[in-house]
């Protein structure tokens, strides 16, 4: 059987420093619900901290590579997958997930969610931009659940979790 | 020496009569330009709208589908690309313009408009939706040009055709 | 309506003077007969050659590129798509291409003939390699058309046509 | 630290009976020897049995999904990646992958063999096909490795893994 696996979507470069806790406290909340965690695997921002947080928890980890350089990937991923397709692979990040927080936002992050929304998941959205909570709250019709901080947010993927059992 | 290529992202299901019109109108002065129209290439809404503008304006068209059936691609377009790689060919899409319109907003455009602000190239954004408009031009830091209607993208894609020449 | 595709596969590096003369015949052929060629799209190799040959005989031609920068492209492109997903992209190539000739014999050459098969699609063999034809007619079944020099993959080429409009 | 992940690539539909129970000792062996085990994921043929084979040994298994049902992967992959990307997911297979075996032939598993060339690295083949392995053994140019059967395949994965310890 598959085992459950949350994602944590989040920007490499700039991350807040809130959202680098954030990715952190996610990825070891995860571990300690018995999820698998994945990022896109680089060895920086919110994919780092999130994987970190993961291994810290006693979780195993996946990260899945936009680049061909597997050296490159986070030493915190377990489970390294090489895509080599640059962006794209973030709708592969998507489609794996069981549970999905986009922590943090940049371009990349938002691809993410827009991709999570064309492939009708759910996404839990953490971070500080308020205009980017009211127009994706807008455009994902129910997809979309804000979190206004991280205690809210694991209230959030807590009854997803519970949702998904009944 | 490759041809020039306008790309009209925006939605297939429930664009907005407004969405249509824009698109017909984008296809048709990418076609009076000299440019070659590019979409996703479905057979509906805003895709399909561009690539009979461009092709009634007498333009080259292509659609990147993103499934396996060719036959269920646009009438209006000439080449047709085959990627069957689902939601992951947008980024195919914005790669391969050189100017980029998101004509509506939906899930898929709206990770159009981000595929392309991580790859750094600007967008054009000509819909109804003031609060996506001022989400993406502060999270677009400059790569985002709004437009207010039509007239005023076709201004704005003259200035970044006159741009890219200088 | 979609105009038809013929797509040349074959070495970019490499190739033997054969391929490379074979590979602008068939370029050239699939003008005259009123294709759009379709190749990787690099400047090298086969890949280059059948473009040419495709502009000298006055046809339209699309190259899809694995890399993400346009520039590198073949001049002989008129339509360059950017994947930048490697060799993820060579089965794009199989899937857009109405009738696909393999001039040339090298790895990423072999990976679209087997792509072919598993596309449940028809592919002209035209090379020297003679283990090469005896293997994949082999592993084929049926759908491995093997050419003894171009004038036969030329007869082949026209029989796919005839078939195709029967 | 990534962990090592050895891929067993080899048919879905119409394996021989010899090459579903090198797939089982396959994964089993790779579960033994410490490596994570990946396949393409699916609930039939080589991808099954090998995945199979891990988890009887202790190990963990990954499956990378061509298709997007995530509830169609094989019983025995501890991990589903969904790429939906139809078999340009193969090259993903391949780059993912540090030790890759060949367990039976036909149009997807040649596919992999060859992507796995394009990308210089090694595979070892393992089936009754003699004249798959004449030609790929000539076309891969040292990097193809003839297994006679499944005792000098895992002779020959033990030397690889000497070989990148050295």
């Known amino acids: 059987m598959a085992k459950k696996i949350l994602g944590v979507m989040g920007p490499g470069t700039n991350p807040t420093q809130n959202d680098l806790k ?4 996610l ?6 619900m018995g999820f698998v965690t994945l990022t ?11 994987l970190k947080g993961a291994k810290d928890g006693g979780g195993d ?12 990937a986070s030493d915190y991923a377990d489970i390294v997958i090489v895509t080599a397709m640059g962006s794209a692979r973030n709708n592969i ?19 993410e969610v827009a991709l999570a ?7 839990i959205l953490l971070n500080d931009n308020v205009k980017a909570k ?15 901080d991280f205690s809210h947010a694991r209230k959030l993927i807590e009854q997803l979790v519970n949702n998904d059992q009944d």
Do not use: P, R, W
Not at 93 to 111: H, K, Q
Not at 134 to 147: N, P, Q, R, S, T
């Open 27 to 32: 990825g070891h909340l995860s571990a300690t």
């Open 134 to 148: 009211e127009f994706l709250e807008a455009i994902g019709k129910g997809e979309i659940l804000v979190a206004q």
């Open 117 to 123: 929304l064309k492939a009708k998941k759910k996404v």
């Open 22 to 25: 954030n990715a952190y406290d």
């Open 61 to 72: 980890t996946i990260g899945i590579l936009a680049f061909a350089d597997k050296t490159l």
């Open 40 to 50: 896109g695997g680089s060895k920086a921002g919110v994919m780092n901290e999130a």
């Open 93 to 111: 990040n998507i489609l794996s997930c069981d549970i999905i927080v986009a922590c943090g936002m940049e371009a990349g992050t938002l691809s």
